[in-house]
Nanobody, 122 residues
């Protein structure tokens, strides 16, 4: 499985960004694709995840109501729509694939894409 994240950038607080994760290779239908983020000096943290086939999702409390994860199976893409961005959302964002969509620990995910930088200015 190969994953490629894109869509990061610089945005003002209150603004929006859309991240995309393009997947190739064999992804099991019951597996999950998740988004994580890592700010300087902090540990990588879970943001959101979605089941590869189906509509089950999971969100971190800090982003619930602001971020939306979705999947386009035909295009093999998982999108993270981020709204009402805050400076605290500044981080490198990664997408990853693992056996369970409801997993929230980084070590529960097997395949990782490269990160994409999101910077939110105040």
């Amino acid at each position: 499985v190969q994953l490629q994240a894109s869509g990061g950038g610089l945005v003002q607080a209150g603004g929006s960004l859309r991240l995309s994760c393009a997947a190739s290779g064999r992804i099991y239908s019951s597996s999950g694709v998740g988004w994580f983020r890592q700010a300087p000096g902090k540990e990588r943290e879970f943001v959101a995840a979605i089941r590869w086939m189906g509509y089950s999702t999971r969100y971190a409390t800090s982003v619930k109501g602001r971020f939306t994860i979705s999947r386009d199976s035909d295009k093999r893409t998982v999108t993270l729509q981020m709204r009402s961005l805050e400076p605290e959302d500044t981080a490198v964002y990664y997408c990853a694939n693992g056996p369970r969509y409801d997993a929230i620990r980084p070590d529960e995910y097997i395949y990782w894409g490269q990160g994409t930088q999101v910077t939110v200015s105040s």
